[in-house]
Every structure is written in C-alpha cells, then in structure tokens.
C-alpha cells in the first residue's frame, strides 16, 4: 500500500546532541510537511517542500532544519535539541498545494530530550 | 492569521450514540480537511471539504463556507472512534493548514 513512513517510532536524545528524524513516502507526492505537536496541543506546521522548493514557517526556529534529497525523502535535523523540543514530530504528503486530494500522515515519531 | 475554533473540547459518549462536532473559522477558506486522530498519534484524513456535504460510512460532515463553520457528524459511535478530532483549514496560495485545537471524545462501551 502507498504510505507515508517515520523512522524511528521513538527517539531519546540528550540535550543538545543533533538528531535526524526521516520520513519517506511512496505516494510520489510533490508536497512534503513537517509538524511539530506538544502534549495536549494541536499540530504546528514547521516547513514544507514544494518538490525541491523550501518554505519555512516565519516562527519555526533556526534550531530546526529541513532536507528533500529526492521526492520520496525527507528529512528533520534538529542542530542542537533542548527540553522544550520533546514533542510528537509528524511527516504528512499532499499530491499538490491545492490539498484537495486530502494529507496522508505517517505515524509520526516521538522525540525525547533527556 | 485565521483562527480555528472547535467545539466541545471534550466528548463522553455512550456507544451507539450520535454527536455533532462544530469547527468555526475567522475568515474565508478554499480547504478544509477533518481528521481523527487515534489514541497511538496517527492522523487519519476523514473528509476534504471547503464547501458542501460529504459522507462516509457512519461520518458526514458538512461546510458552510459563508458562515464560516463546518460540522462533523459521527453516528452510532463506536469505541473505535475514540481519539481526537482536528479540524485544519487553508486560505493562502499555498494553502497551508492551520489546525483548531480539537475535540477530544470518548466513546465508552
């Protein structure tokens, strides 16, 4: 079946220690975002991808950064990880900007920042 | 930037019951999407719709974009469809989303 697929499920990271999440999909896609999602809260856009074209989101942090090595990656590096970083980080792909064929999520990974 | 409001924020249902989800929005949108997600974190897309009715299966939902409010219907709850229900919506050229804070339901056996 075409995913969206998050790797690794559960990630520990020690504070300030660079880490990499990955997301892959098989829907071929043009469209790949981001989000970030604390506790309780609702989902943040964070960047997206355009095919290769990078958006960031005004309030996302320099901490955080953004790599589409081809259509079916994409990747999340966060330089230098802090407390406030832990949260739920989910991938999501859309066939164009329109949107209009709905988003597909991975099943997102949860970061921990020890 | 839009505001999204959803209301209740909490649901307790008994199984078999039926509920109305409210999503309210601050200004046009040419996208609107439902989504549930489960109590493991995955996002499931229910419904794309900026404007107009749509059903499927035991969920309908309907968008009346001039009153800039949209409404998920869940009928015959079941304990599956436990989880948090998002409404996200979109009205720039790129139409990025901006996701209300969600209704939390439960549904109980």
């Known amino acids: 079946d075409a995913m969206v697929i998050q790797n690794p499920r559960y990630q520990v990271t020690q504070f300030g220690k660079p880490v990499t999440l990955s997301c892959s999909q098989t829907l071929n896609h043009n469209v790949m975002y981001w989000y970030q999602q604390k506790s309780s809260q609702a989902p943040k856009l964070l960047f997206h991808?355009?095919?290769?074209?990078?958006?960031n989101e005004a309030d996302t942090p320099d901490n955080f950064q953004s790599r589409r090595p081809n259509t079916s990656f994409c990747f999340l590096d966060i330089r230098s990880p802090g407390l406030g970083d832990a949260a739920m980080y989910l991938c999501a792909t859309s066939r164009d900007l329109s949107g209009s064929n709905g988003y597909t999520f991975g099943s997102g990974t949860r970061l921990t920042v020890v | 930037g839009i505001q999204v409001e959803q209301s209740p924020p909490d649901l307790i249902l008994q199984e078999g019951a039926n509920s109305t989800l409210r999503c309210n929005f601050s200004d046009s949108v040419n996208n609107l999407q439902w989504f549930h997600q489960n109590p493991w974190g995955q996002l499931i897309n229910l419904f794309y719709?900026?404007?107009g009715t749509k059903q499927n299966g035991r969920l309908s939902a309907t968008t009346v974009a001039t009153e800039r409010y949209s409404l998920l219907y869940i009928s015959s709850s079941q304990t599956t469809d436990s989880g948090v229900y998002f409404c996200?919506?979109?009205?720039?050229?790129?139409?990025?989303?901006?996701f209300g804070g969600g209704t939390r339901l439960m549904v109980k056996p």
């Open positions: 996200a919506v979109g009205r720039n050229a790129g139409n990025m989303l901006t």
């Open positions: 991808y355009y095919d290769k074209d990078f958006n």
């Open positions: 719709i900026p404007s």
